[in-house]
């Protein structure tokens, strides 16, 4: 056993860091809902305004991301190993990013239609960012609580998989049936960064999977 398992046994775990997680998952949450509205918006002045409230909510995720790095910066103890917080902020920091994304590019490409795939995928990114924020409310009580941030786990897993099969038959209609190239050049876009978006919210469970089997 090294000394900082040694030391996590004796000294007092600093809790500062959940509030932050949880933050970060709400803050998580709320982008993707936004980017599920942005889907079923016909307007491009309204697509505008939500791409707007989703530039907030990426920049109000930026300052938990450097509030979290602070905070492990000042901390002696933390509730489970450094590079562990590290990864799980930046991993959420990166799905969050990618939303930015994903709203940027509707607005500067302007593709004629937003696809059924759009609709599905961003759906699926909502029901992604829900897993994980119960499985990070969870968090802060890991050993009670190991079988429900596994299930969330798990759920994600389910919800990539989904995600790969709607990307593939996607990019196969779009291919058969856009005529235009630069709005198949568009749209092929979208739907690639769409299914990354996903991929990324994997990652963070991955790294929440990661924590329990350290814990255990």
């Not at 600093?14 to 936004?34: G, I, T």
């Not at 759906?123 to 609580?145: P, V």
């Not at 786990?153 to 593939?168: N, V």
């Amino acid at each position: 056993m090294n000394i900082d398992k040694i030391l996590k046994i004796f000294v007092p775990k600093d809790h500062s860091f959940f509030p932050l997680f949880e933050a970060d998952a709400q803050n998580l949450v709320k982008a993707a809902e936004k980017l599920k509205k942005m889907m079923r918006t016909t307007g491009i002045e309204e697509r505008e305004l939500i791409n707007k409230e989703i530039r907030d909510i990426e920049h109000a995720g930026d300052k938990i991301t450097n509030e979290t790095y602070d905070q492990l910066n000042k901390s002696f103890i933390t509730p489970f190993d450094r590079e562990d917080i590290h990864e799980l902020t930046a991993h959420i920091d990166d799905v969050v990013d990618s939303i930015n994304g994903i709203s940027r590019r509707i607005c500067l490409y302007k593709p004629k239609n937003l696809t059924t795939v759009y609709v599905d995928i961003a759906d699926m990114i909502y029901e992604g960012a829900l897993e994980i924020e119960k499985a990070i409310h969870c968090l802060k009580d890991a050993g009670s609580n190991r079988h429900k941030i596994m299930d969330a786990c798990e759920k994600m897993k389910e919800i990539e998989h989904r995600a790969d099969e709607a990307y593939f038959t996607g990019v196969s209609n779009l291919f058969e049936g856009e005529e235009d190239p630069k709005e198949l050049l568009k749209n092929n876009k979208i739907i690639e960064i769409l299914e990354r978006c996903v991929d990324e919210e994997e990652d963070v469970t991955d790294t929440l999977r990661a924590i329990l089997i350290k814990m255990a």
